[in-house]
């Protein structure tokens, strides 16, 4: 059976690379991804329908694209079905300074093609590439000028800066927070 899961990275400290690096600037304020969904939606996801645990693995009711289609035919009679695909937000983020671990999901790159400037930033490895997306207050839209190379799609990465709660829309998917990067650092697990 699939059922949506949200999976929540949990901030570990980060310690100064190798070089020098600078330490991470207190203005910052390190938050996690459950920190973005309001709390009645929290609630909700926490709580789901217990008809999820009736489907049988296997049938059609199990399948993704039922799943997702599920999910939007029912968004108006399940709040679970709501807050599954809801794109409210925090409002207290808006132009906060804050520091927040995703994996990237490259949009856009630079002029020299190589670096990304413009991406989601995701809970999860693999959200927004397989369907369904994570709820849009759950992908932030990322721009960094100076662009990123990813060796990996693996890598998890903290993002450092202004946080806003504007709704930006990519035929890859919704996002409900949008971030202007003013750094970014390697996720390292201690």
């Known amino acids: 059976m699939v059922v949506a899961t949200l999976i929540f990275l949990t901030p570990l400290p980060l310690p100064a690379e190798e070089g020098g690096a600078q ?11 459950i920190d973005l969904i309001p709390q009645d939606d929290l609630d909700a996801l926490l709580n789901p329908p217990e008809s999820l645990g009736d489907i049988v693995d296997g049938s059609v009711e ?8 599920l999910a939007m035919d029912q968004a108006s009679d399940s709040r ?18 804050i520091r927040l671990p995703g994996f990237i999901v490259p949009l856009e790159f630079g002029q020299d093609q190589r670096g990304i400037t413009k991406f989601f930033l995701v809970p999860y490895f693999g959200a927004c ?5 994570p709820p849009p207050n759950q992908i932030v839209y990322a721009e960094y000028d100076r662009g990123i190379v990813l060796d990996s799609l693996y890598q998890p990465y903290w993002l450092l800066g202004v ?22 650092e390697v996720y390292i697990e201690e």
């Open 23 to 33: 330490p991470i600037d207190k203005a910052f304020r390190t938050i996690e991804w």
């Open 62 to 69: 199990d399948q993704i694209a039922s799943q997702m289609q």
């Open 80 to 97: 679970y079905q709501q807050a599954l695909v809801s794109a409210r937000v925090v409002p207290e983020f808006d132009g906060q300074a």
């Open 129 to 133: 590439i397989h369907m369904p997306p």
């Open 163 to 184: 946080l806003s709660t504007s709704l930006v829309e990519n035929d890859t998917a919704i996002a409900a927070y949008s971030i202007r990067v003013e750094q970014i």
